[in-house]
């Protein structure tokens, strides 16, 4: 079992709709979530960052975690075409420097 | 800052020949990863370094691969001998611990071995 599971998708909405993604881990240890977004042959960059439980809103976007249940979540309300993109998960325990990546769900917001 | 520079961008070769990627971090961070990305496996974490030493080298697939930090600025990554199975993207991330920030990563190599 992968640490950081993910459905790789693809999944497709139509403009100003509301995505969900998600993601699950299985080591207890893991207190810092990202999210990273990666545009078609472009390295990842990241979106979001997240300590431990609770959300964290950034414009568009909110990041969820959900410690009891190991559930990582990312909305994205009003979604637009440039959305366009594959998001990926990534947990890290405290003091570590290893980043545990999800497969990575590739998402398009279609006009 | 330029952000995480790699090269070369794309790099075919034939099976049995040596690669090297390279990669210069922003300046300033202290960590530097190599990670491989397929449609497969997604985003793999190969090695990092911290100050230029090597921490975490659990990821290199095989002896073939190896990777060197000889300062702070520079970092490659080599296989030796290259085989078809080595076609991956190869990306590039630096971080800093000190600001608690997480890896900016480069534009990645696209390595594709025939």
């Known amino acids: 079992q992968k640490e950081v599971e993910q459905d790789p998708g693809p999944l497709s909405v139509p403009e100003g709709a509301i995505v969900s993604l998600n993601c699950t881990y299985s080591?207890?240890?893991?207190?810092?979530f990202m999210w990273y977004r990666q545009y078609s042959r472009k390295g990842p960059e990241l979106l979001m960052y997240?300590?431990?439980?609770g959300n964290k809103e950034d414009g568009r976007f909110t990041a969820q975690v959900d410690k009891s249940s190991k559930y990582i979540s990312l909305f994205i309300r009003d979604s637009q075409p440039s959305d366009s993109a594959t998001y990926l998960c990534?947990?890290?325990?405290?003091?570590?420097?290893?980043?545990?990546f999800g497969q990575g769900t590739r998402l398009t917001i279609n006009p | 800052d330029a952000g995480v520079i790699q090269s070369p961008r794309h790099e075919v070769t034939e099976m049995g020949q040596e690669v090297t990627l390279r990669c210069k971090p922003i300046?300033?961070?202290?960590?530097l990863f190599w990670y491989r990305q397929t449609m497969m496996r997604g985003l793999e974490l190969l090695i990092y370094?911290?100050?230029?030493?090597?921490?975490?080298d659990s990821g290199m697939p095989e002896d073939r691969f190896s990777a060197k930090m000889p300062n702070a600025s520079f970092s490659t990554l080599k296989i030796q001998p290259s085989e078809p199975r080595d076609s991956a993207v190869y990306f590039c991330?630096?971080?800093?611990?000190?600001?608690?920030?997480?890896?900016?990563f480069g534009q990645g190599t696209r390595l594709t071995v025939v």
């Open positions: 990534a947990s890290r325990g405290q003091g570590a420097q290893k980043l545990v």
């Open positions: 080591n207890s240890a893991f207190q810092y």
């Open positions: 997240t300590y431990s439980s």
């Open positions: 300046s300033g961070h202290d960590y």
């Open positions: 370094f911290n100050n230029n030493v090597p921490i975490d």
């Open positions: 991330a630096s971080s800093l611990v000190v600001m608690n920030t997480e890896a900016f």
